[in-house]
């Protein structure tokens, strides 16, 4: 069965009613976009904000090899509060999770089956810049959930990565003088 299923039909034809839809997990003021006009609502009641926000998408793909995908957000048009998270994106974007869905429509633009997940990732990166006018845009990139697959599961076997977890164990406190030692058991 295909990812669209009985709905594939939809989108085989020479039209394709769809959008894409985003959303951001901002610490404290959740967003959800999607790439039409005005607010939509979805089949499981989410309001989603029109185009005033979400301009574009880019670098989905589907993932080939073992590069770490990268995707880019392009919002326009955005109020103060989406310009606030972007200075303050070390605290309240970076880390955070996002998901990208689709919507199917039918030949009248009303709704067709549910939202189709399609990526999921971490926020990563927000920039904003003023345009002409006096209206903010911003950049938002995210990496797949893949992306930080080479960092340890449970950090460093270090005293400093363990302090930082757990301030006042010391249960790593002399892994870096083990190396080479002879311990001699029972001592």
């Known amino acids: 069965m295909s990812f669209l299923g009985p709905d594939a039909p939809a989108v085989a034809g020479p039209v394709a009613r769809l959008a894409l839809l985003a959303w951001f997990d901002f610490v404290g003021d959740p ?7 005005g607010p939509l609502r ?16 880019s670098g989905l793909s589907v993932p080939i090899g ?6 880019s957000f392009g919002l326009s048009g955005v109020d103060p509060r989406v310009i606030a998270l972007a200075r303050q994106q070390s605290a309240r974007v970076k880390g955070r999770d996002c998901s990208v869905y689709l919507q199917l429509f039918n030949e009248d633009w009303s709704l067709r089956g549910p ?10 990166v927000m920039t904003y810049k003023m345009e002409a006018g006096g209206t903010y845009s911003v950049d938002l990139t995210a990496e797949n959930l893949w992306a930080g697959r080479r960092k340890p599961p449970h950090g460093y076997y270090t005293d400093a990565d363990q302090q930082a977890r757990f301030p006042g164990d010391l249960g790593c406190q002399y892994v870096a003088s083990l190396p080479g030692k002879t311990i001699n058991w029972p001592g």
């Open 115 to 124: 939202v189709r997940h399609v990526w999921s990732g971490l926020l990563d």
């Open 42 to 57: 979805t089949s499981d009641g989410q309001i989603w904000e029109g185009t005033a926000g979400l301009a574009t998408i």
């Open 66 to 71: 073992t590069a770490a995908q990268q995707v």
């Open 31 to 37: 967003r959800w976009y999607w790439t039409g006009f």
